[in-house]
């Protein structure tokens, strides 16, 4: 059973340390997105990736996120400095080539606490 | 822009029973998909079901299926034989069918409770 997977699944921080979440797509997918969900704004996309490739990060707070894919394995996105409004969970999602590229599947988040 | 719209908040419904959520979208768009997500309290986010807008048949996954009605751009998803695991968010999705756009657009969500 194939899944996306996210490390950490919690993380807690103080203001100012760097935050690094990873994701792993599921094998052979080629779109890797990254989604912030919280109470006030719901689910937002912060970039999205095909082939590795940066598509779409305007989604991103550019000063202080980045977003990268160093292999086909692995997706990163880092918060440094963090904020406590950086505080939510963060999603990875991935979506297969083929008939259905346009579904995502979604990892199982990582939740940022920024005290 | 395409914006989607839940407009129930919450909903709840007694355990066997049927139950419709409801999502409306806005689009100039001929081309897209639609789509239900479920996130439990575990936080993960599940597909339920898809549509392809050029489809005119209503997709069905077991006890879900929807109402896609494109003239009207609804999409509401019906959820029959409640069970208390259906307990959860559940937001509707659109996806431009433009080749290479990817991007989901989310609705608020709609909080579902099942009651034993």
């Known amino acids: 059973d194939a899944r996306v997977t996210q490390t950490p699944r919690h993380k807690v921080t103080e203001m100012g340390q760097e935050v690094t979440m990873r994701c792993q797509p599921i094998?052979?997918?080629?779109?890797v997105f990254w989604y912030r969900q919280t109470m006030m704004q719901g689910l937002e996309l912060l970039a999205y990736?095909?082939?590795?490739?940066?598509?779409?990060d305007s989604g991103m707070p550019k000063d202080r996120f980045s977003a990268e894919m160093p292999d086909a394995t692995l997706a990163t996105l880092k918060i440094q400095p963090s904020e406590p409004r950086d505080s939510a969970v963060y999603f990875c999602?991935?979506?297969?080539?083929?008939?259905?590229?346009?579904?995502?599947?979604f990892g199982p988040g990582t939740r940022l606490t920024v005290l | 822009a395409q914006t989607v719209t839940q407009s129930q908040p919450e909903m709840s419904v007694q355990e066997a029973e049927t139950v419709t959520l409801s999502c409306t979208y806005d689009?100039?768009?001929?081309?897209?998909?639609l789509f239900w997500y479920k996130q439990p309290p575990s936080r993960q986010m599940i597909l339920v079901i898809r549509?392809?807008?050029?489809?005119?048949q209503n997709a069905t996954e077991n006890r879900f299926s929807v109402n896609f009605q494109k003239a009207a751009k609804s999409f509401s998803l019906k959820i029959s034989d409640s069970q208390l695991g259906d307990t959860a968010m559940y937001f509707c999705?659109?996806?431009?069918?433009?080749?290479?756009?990817?991007?989901?657009?989310f609705g608020t969500g709609t909080r579902l409770k099942v009651l034993a």
């Open positions: 999602a991935s979506g297969p080539q083929g008939l259905d590229t346009d579904t995502q599947y």
């Open positions: 094998l052979g997918h080629n779109t």
């Open positions: 990736f095909r082939n590795r490739a940066p598509l779409d």
């Open positions: 689009t100039s768009e001929n081309n897209y998909y």
């Open positions: 549509q392809e807008a050029y489809k005119q």
């Open positions: 999705a659109f996806m431009r069918g433009a080749s290479g756009t990817y991007k989901y657009i």
